[in-house]
């Protein structure tokens, strides 16, 4: 079985530029998250999908980030513009249902310059 | 509001030795309770999970977590620990496996 797949693995970019990141979950997998992990810290919960319907951006700098997921399948996160402090790791994962066991994904790692 | 503490930033163990990694949670019922590896430049993987019933749960290499309701802890042990074991370790508490919040995790360095 396909594990959940990222990218780009790493992405370097200037302040106040644009990024997107890609996901592609395991397939059948209704439920999909992304995670940003700053270094030295534990991943914190950006988003969460069921199917292609959201049910929690409490934490979504909705300012600047932006996600969505394509007919219930891939999904993309958009920074724009990019800051500093958004230098991290985007971790995607997916699971069966939300009551389920995460499989993450390998991360995206972002260098904001 | 649920939260985790690592105490431990880093703990170096030597090949062989037992390993003891700490976790306290803040919870307002009875929570989901994960621990999760991660190595350089990987995602990261379940050990472990409890969510109700047996205190000690089993998880995959050969790791354990006992449940403590009155100390609000779920440390996860290891009696003999491996050089492949040296990671970076979170444990997460929740409502679900979804809505988890992560500690800042533990490294684990193994000393040949």
């Known amino acids: 079985e396909a594990g959940v797949a990222q990218s780009p693995r790493y992405k370097i970019i200037e302040k106040r530029q644009s990024v997107a990141f890609w996901c592609n979950p395991i397939?059948?997998?209704?439920?999909l998250y992304w995670y940003q992990q700053i270094l030295g810290q534990g991943p914190k919960l950006l988003i969460q999908?069921?199917?292609?319907?959201?049910?929690?951006d409490s934490q979504l700098p909705k300012d600047r980030f932006s996600a969505e997921r394509l007919k219930g399948v891939d999904s993309t996160l958009k920074i724009q513009p990019a800051k500093l402090e958004d230098s991290a790791v985007y971790l995607c994962?997916?699971?069966?249902?939300?009551?389920?066991?995460?499989?993450f994904g390998p991360g995206t790692r972002l260098t904001v310059t | 509001a649920q939260s985790v503490t690592q105490p431990d930033i880093h703990i170096t163990v030597s090949e062989g030795a037992s390993l003891e990694l700490r976790c306290n949670y803040s919870?307002?019922?009875?929570?989901?309770l994960f621990w999760y590896v991660q190595s350089p430049g990987q995602g990261l993987q379940l050990l472990l999970k409890?969510?109700?019933?047996?205190?000690l749960v089993q998880g995959i290499k050969g790791f354990e977590a006992e449940f403590k309701r009155s100390q609000s802890s779920f440390n996860l042990r290891k009696p003999s620990v491996h050089w492949s074991d040296a990671a970076e370790y979170f444990c997460a508490v929740g409502a679900g496996a979804g809505k988890s919040t992560f500690g800042d995790g533990t490294t684990l360095t193994v000393k040949p």
């Open positions: 409890y969510f109700s019933g047996d205190t």
């Open positions: 397939s059948g997998h209704a439920t």
């Open positions: 919870y307002g019922a009875t929570p989901y």
């Open positions: 999908f069921q199917n292609n319907g959201v049910v929690d």
């Open positions: 994962a997916s699971s069966l249902d939300s009551q389920y066991e995460q499989y």
